[in-house]
């Protein structure tokens, strides 16, 4: 558990998560696949090959080479999709998709982070029209995803912007440090799969959590706490207590708290002076 906040006359800090196998329990992108299937974006044969890619993410088999080919089957597959009927989707079934397979122990994790003053960034390698509503129900404070190319109709190209995977993230995570005023050797960084280590070697205290082989090989020679999230469980089951607060609310919160302390040393020192009367 984190116990420290942080002193801000130091530099910023922050705690970037990867997302999937991190934060939740499944691939983001593929997730998605039977809505887009419903929704007539894909076919059936599609949405049963990326149920097979799920499959093969999940048993942790999925290497570099087969990423790079999931990524190339993907963003072939995505060229012609209308960018704003893919958000609708998303945003229609975020809820029931994505909120069931949050760990309990990264959202829990979040919120110690934003308790002790640190932005929460989710860096992934899947698209940001996924990502960033993902981030914003976790309450992250930024998102940076792999962004696809959108042509003049309002469609994706199947070409890739920009990619955010292996070294990429990393350079994200550098980028961010100098706009934002991180201080990375005091940040902290979280992932499962060794492809992150150059983000994960980017920050003071990184951690691996439910890694692959390579990753667990590399924490253990490294010193690198290991994690294990194994408890999904939907937000709003979560205690109260335990919701995740966004940055306003946390001032909001600690506002009222010292109008409540004020009043309540108002209401005593009254009692006295009228007891002492």
């Not at 029931?96 to 949050?102: F, V």
């Not at 550098?174 to 499962?192: I, K, M, N, V």
């Not at 951690?207 to 010193?223: C, I, M, Q, S, Y």
Request: hydrophobic share 45%; net charge neutral; proline share 4%.
């Amino acid at each position: 558990m984190l116990r420290v906040v942080e002193n801000h006359s130091l530099p910023r800090t922050a705690a970037f998560f990867d997302l999937d196998k991190t934060v939740i329990a499944k691939s983001s992108t593929l997730t998605f696949s039977k809505s887009f299937y419903q929704g007539g974006l894909i076919n059936r044969r599609a949405a049963l090959r990326t149920a097979y890619a799920q499959f093969v993410f999940l048993a942790g088999g999925a290497d570099h080479d087969q990423m790079e080919r999931m990524r190339k089957y993907l963003s072939a597959m995505c060229r012609g999709w209308n960018v704003q009927q893919v958000k609708e989707i998303v945003a229609e079934t975020l809820h029931d998709l994505i909120d069931p397979i949050i760990y309990d122990e990264a959202a829990s994790l979040i919120e110690e982070h934003h308790t002790a003053g640190r932005d929460v960034v989710i860096v992934s390698t899947s698209g940001a029209e996924v990502v960033e509503p993902i981030g914003e129900l976790l309450g992250a404070d930024r998102v940076v995803a792999t962004r696809m190319v959108v042509g003049d109709d309002g469609c994706f190209t199947g070409e890739v912007e920009y990619y955010a995977y292996g070294p990429t993230k990393a350079e994200a995570v550098r980028e961010l440090a100098e706009s934002e005023g991180y201080d990375l050797a005091r940040c902290f960084a979280y992932s499962d799969s060794a492809t992150d280590l150059p983000m994960l070697q980017a920050v003071g205290h990184p951690h691996a959590v439910n890694p692959d082989r390579t990753l667990r090989r590399e924490a253990l020679a490294r010193g690198w706490p290991i994690l294990d999230f194994h408890r999904p469980v939907r937000l709003k089951q979560r205690m109260p207590t335990l919701s995740v607060p966004s940055r306003p609310a946390l001032v909001a919160a600690a506002a009222i708290g010292a109008a409540a302390a004020t009043a309540g040393l108002v209401w005593y020192a009254s009692r006295r002076r009228a007891t002492a009367a």
